[in-house]
């Protein structure tokens, strides 16, 4: 990143290293999915369909990152198990949870009309995330036996109550008759009233899924006389079991075993509290500036697979604006977001309350998402290019403690603009104009300061830097904005991102010089720590 006298705001930033020899579990689940069920129409008490796309998504996390293991998941939520010698982005709770949050989403949302072709996908999913730290095998073995047994409690009780809904019970009725009611009862009244043999379900709304990888003999290529050859390969996959705790399951998995490690002993009895107090955990400090910065993951190859322009493609950044603007709409407590390249800064009002201000949380909920967004909208702004791959971005949160610094954390990130994309312009000319190899042009662009940039530009491209598009220049900035501010008449369209109207109150996205304290003058209530009015 590019050196300023701004870059102290750096130090404001929090280590959060998973140590060793803590085994690292992240656990995703969905936002808000019961809503998302009943607009979707999922079937009751479970959808077969939208777990085998839970599934799908499961196993692409397993296939993307080699470091994760295991995995078992049911209904909304799934825990994805590292192996114990992890140095995964070195072990950061907030990169881990964030990157895997983001790359299910995207994947959820790029899936879905493969599993469900009839159905409108009608508005993005999101999920959140939290890392759990297992100080051993033996609190693994624990967390695992908890999560399938809610598996199994859950899937009782939602399949008595909608078998209860069906008969002509109301839901609030139906709930009151299970009030209190134990295992045994419930089986009792399925079979007795329903004739339903509760063990004769399937082993996937009963057991959830669990997704490990095996090794597979594939064939990789043809010898001259058609013999083939194979190799060994490690490929995800996906199975039921009663017990995915038990030794008999676990110890015979020899992927696990060398690892992890294995299970000496059943689980006994289960203590989720005593779980829950290996989670990792991040409350952030009261009246502070929340700001969540995301980034691109890998999108330099990204940007090239999908053949985006260079040094900037304009698109590219609107669909970033429009992502921005979509999360400030979800988010209310989020009261301006800063963006440029594949990156975007999102900054919550100081008494923010949202998800009592832990930070896995919020992380997770805005990448998570952003990311589902970007796939949704990618037809709107690539209507002729297809999304290849599935995009993903890592998080992370960090708290300043005044207006002032949080201005002076948005200014690093606005220098940072500038200086990249000044040698961005400048090493693209010498490419693509001058016919130089990217080794030459990094050689020949090797310390020059911007005024010999500039000149580079003019005499040898007659480019003015200071009349290239200003978005390329200074990045973009989405706030709310009241209605008959004098902003309004440089609105940008809906479609490119930058406009999303209430009924008093707006997002607005503008491409201006936010370092000099003009901007702040002019615009004093993006910094007056209260919500839009709406």
Known sequence: MANSKYEYVKSFEVEDEVMLPNLIVVRIDGRNFRRFSEVHEFEKPVDGRALNLMNLCATAILEEYPDIVFSY?????????????????????????????????????????EIFPEKELKYPPSFQSRVICCASKEVLQTYLAWRQNDCHVN???????????????????AQEFLKGTQKQQKNELLFQKFGINYKNLPALYRQGS??????VEENVKYNENGTPVKRLRRKARIVQSENIAGRSFWNELPSLLKEVGGFTEDVDKINPEYVRSFQFENKLMPSTWIVVRID??????????HEFEKPNDKQALNLMNSCAVAVLD???????????SDEYSFALKKDSQFYQRRASEIVSVIVSFFSSIYVTKWKEFFPRKELKYPPSFDGRVVCYPSSKILQDYLAWRQVDCHIN??????????????G????????????????????????????DYNELEIMFR?????????????????????????????????????????????????????????????
């Open 421 to 434: 994309n000044q040698y961005n312009t400048c090493f693209w000319m010498l490419v693509n104009k001058k």
């Open 436 to 463: 130089k190899g990217k080794s030459e042009a990094q050689n020949y662009l090797k310390g020059t300061q911007a005024r010999e940039k500039n000149e580079l530009l003019l005499k040898e491209f007659n480019i």
């Open 155 to 173: 899937n009782l009780h939602d399949t008595c109550l909608w078998m209860l809904i069906k008969e002509g019970e109301t839901q609030r009725e």
């Open 330 to 340: 979800e988010i209310q407590d989020i009261i301006f977001a800063y963006g440029v």
């Open 296 to 305: 691109g993951c890998h999108f330099h190859r990204f940007s090239e697979v």
């Open 73 to 113: 998941g049911f209904n909304d939520e799934y825990s994805f198990v590292f192996k114990k010698t992890s140095k995964f982005y070195q072990r950061r709770a907030s990169k881990l949870l964030s990157l895997i949050v983001s790359f299910f989403s995207s994947v959820y949302v790029m899936k879905w009309k």
């Open 210 to 215: 669990c997704i490990f990888k095996t090794e």
């Open 474 to 534: 200074q990045g973009s900035l989405a706030f709310w904005e009241k209605f008959g501010m004098q902003e309004e008449d440089i609105t940008m369209t809906h479609k490119n991102a930058a406009s999303l109207e209430t009924s008093h109150s707006k997002v607005i996205v503008e491409h201006c010089d936010i370092i000099k304290p003009d901007f702040w003058e002019a615009h004093p209530s993006i910094l007056n720590e209260k919500p839009p009015t709406f």
